[in-house]
């Protein structure tokens, strides 16, 4: 027990020897200032002054820089999260940091803000391109953005409803009628092909129907003709503009109540 307790002594009559030894630089103080401030932008450019000869307030430094880019994704604010990566993308200490809580930070977001999860992306997407499974975390963040029953509010589609799968041979997303009457049979694909391109647009190809010059009537999906776009966390605008006749733009607004399929 003597042995033990003179260990923990000596250790921690080491530590104290050693920072007695090396005090704190001044930058490493005035970032700690800041740092309780929250003002974490300045704390990491105070932290990042310590020179690694600094044992052992270097180590001390990256630990805060850590905890201080912690708290600027903790904040939700996508402006200082964007900011603050654009500023140290090429800093080979804080880069790989940046964009682990990035991701992080994406998959948090994915279920219950995939709207912000999406603008996450489009705002960072300058440092998880290219990162593995970026493309997985993608699909979850569609898969939770198109959750539910979607009905037609504006537009000669008015009261129509869609519902959203994705397809087992392509991966990409299929938007399906969720109920019979005007044309549109139960479960019938009318919006095939859908993915996510970025600043709330979505690539996608539309069922149009043609009728030929002896009133028979065919249909296929248009590929490069109409848009889809993400109008706001729970609606879509869809804009049929070269696809067909008649009313172009329709809004489908997610709805509150159990999907039937």
């Known amino acids: 027990m003597k042995k033990i307790l003179f260990v923990l002594f000596s250790g921690l009559f080491l530590i104290f020897t050693l920072f007695s030894c090396n005090p704190a630089p001044e930058t490493f103080d005035q970032g700690m200032l800041k740092f309780n401030e929250k003002s974490y932008e300045e704390a990491i450019t105070l932290f990042k002054l310590s020179p690694k000869s600094a044992e052992p307030w270097y180590d001390s430094s990256v630990v805060m820089i850590n905890k201080s880019i912690d708290s600027i994704y903790t904040s939700n604010n996508l402006a200082k999260i964007t900011k603050i990566c654009k500023l140290y993308e090429l800093d080979s200490l804080l880069k790989p940091m940046l964009t682990s809580k990035a991701v992080i930070f ?6 219950k803000n995939p709207m912000l999860a999406f603008n996450m992306f489009d705002s960072l997407r300058f440092i998880l391109k290219g990162l593995p499974g970026i493309d997985t975390i993608m699909r979850k963040n569609e898969d939770a953005f198109f959750k539910g029953i979607w009905k ?25 009628s969720n109920k019979s009457g005007g044309g549109w049979d139960l ?18 190809r539309v069922r149009v129907f043609h009728t030929d010059y002896w009133g028979y009537t065919s249909e296929s999906f248009t590929k490069n003709k109409g848009k889809m776009s993400i109008f706001s966390s729970d609606s879509l605008l869809v804009d049929y503009e070269g696809a067909a006749s008649g009313s172009r733009k329709h809004i489908f607004v997610k709805q509150k109540k159990n999907l039937v399929q």
Request: hydrophobic share 30%.
């Open 106 to 111: 994406w998959n948090k977001n994915l279920e």
């Open 187 to 204: 479960g019938k694909t009318i919006y095939k092909d859908i993915f996510y391109m970025g600043n709330n647009i979505l690539d996608h």
């Open 152 to 176: 037609c509010s504006k537009g000669s589609l008015k009261g129509k409803e869609i519902y959203f799968q994705r397809d087992n041979e392509t991966n990409l997303i299929l938007a399906k």
